[in-house]
């Protein structure tokens, strides 16, 4: 079945530095998603990537889709504490609604 | 979009027990998701509930143990059945309300058992 790779697992890091997840998947996907889980919460969707090559900004995060459509990246420009939180990728395979979530990267941010 | 509730927030139970777990949508939603998440883990999808058929089980979950509703299609529950300690985990629904669209998720039930 479809598995989704995601690195790394932790990191840290002081304010003001950058942050970058990356996501591989073993499969083509239809798209991948991005999700945000903030401590004791639940997931929060930040974003869609369709397209090949696809490239898509929300303020200082920058995300990324392969150009096989495999894998995708998140890169945060100077972090924040507001940015602590897991990350998780997530692939849709397209013939269905559901979505394999990578193993996600729990980021901490030292003020 | 779609605005789920879903209760219990939190329980603490007995080995051996059951625990049912709600989840209300604020619209009409083809399929629901039920995932486990074990603290600091990813999401691992536990079955999607279809409305008027029965549950699609991942490999590793059957149905006698976590048994699913879904009665019309705003509403499901999940039952942890004869609870374990390793059954203590987040357990959350989702919907995704069109296809290879974003997911939405219910608040999560933390489930501890003792």
């Known amino acids: 079945g479809q598995q989704v790779m995601q690195i790394p697992q932790y990191q840290h890091v002081q304010e003001g530095e950058d942050f970058t997840t990356y996501c591989n998947s073993s499969t083509t996907l239809s798209n991948i998603q991005w999700y945000k889980q903030r401590p004791g919460g639940h997931p929060v969707f930040l974003i869609q990537?369709?397209?090949?090559?696809e490239v898509k900004k929300q303020k200082r995060l920058t995300f990324q889709f392969g150009e096989a459509k495999k894998n995708s990246s998140l890169h945060i420009t100077a972090t924040q504490t507001t940015d602590v939180g897991t990350y998780f990728c997530a692939g849709a395979g397209g013939s269905n609604y559901k979505l394999t979530f990578g193993k996600g990267t729990l980021l901490t941010v030292n003020p | 979009s779609a605005v789920i509730s879903q209760k219990p927030s939190r329980d603490i139970c007995q080995r051996g027990t059951s625990l049912t777990i709600q989840c209300q949508v604020d619209s009409q939603v083809t399929m629901m998701f039920w995932y486990r998440q074990q603290p600091g883990q990813s999401l691992t999808l536990i079955a999607t509930?279809?409305?008027?058929?029965?549950?699609?089980?991942e490999s590793g979950f059957v149905i006698d143990k976590f048994p699913i509703s879904r009665p019309n299609l705003t509403f499901s529950t999940l039952t942890v059945s004869n609870m374990s300690p390793e059954d203590s985990s987040i357990y959350l629904c989702s919907v995704t309300p069109e296809m290879d669209t974003e997911a939405f998720f219910g608040q999560g039930t933390r489930l501890t058992v003792v």
């Open positions: 990537l369709v397209k090949s090559g």
């Open positions: 509930a279809n409305q008027g058929s029965e549950a699609t089980y």
